[in-house]
């Protein structure tokens, strides 16, 4: 369930709120009670995946694993030392 940001047209308070996404907006301000209050646009959040079981490389496809065992079997420092900006100084490491 996401958190919705709110504001109200009458007293200028802002809130967040969190319920479902099929929930109606709320209406009334609980600061002043006025019916004046707007569900405003925010960023929102990233998914976070919490617990033991995911990784940065689960969901990845498969070019990856195929880019990374010929970075791994190559003599290059990294796969991009070529389109390194600096060949001499490859990805950055000292």
């Known amino acids: 369930m996401p958190t919705y940001d ?3 047209e009458a007293c200028d308070y802002e809130f967040e709120k969190f319920h479902a996404i099929t929930a109606d907006p709320i209406k009334e301000c609980p600061e002043c009670g006025e019916e004046k209050v707007n569900r405003m646009v925010s960023a929102g959040m990233g ?4 617990g033991s079981g995911f990784y940065s490389t689960d969901y ?3 070019s990856y694993k195929t880019d990374k065992t010929s970075a791994e079997s190559s003599n290059t420092p990294c796969a991009t030392a070529k389109s390194c900006p600096s060949a001499s100084n490859a990805c950055g490491s000292n």
């Not at 998914?47 to 919490?50: A, L, T």
């Open 47 to 50: 998914v976070i995946f919490k």
């Open 6 to 8: 709110y504001k109200c």
């Open 60 to 62: 990845r496809d498969s």
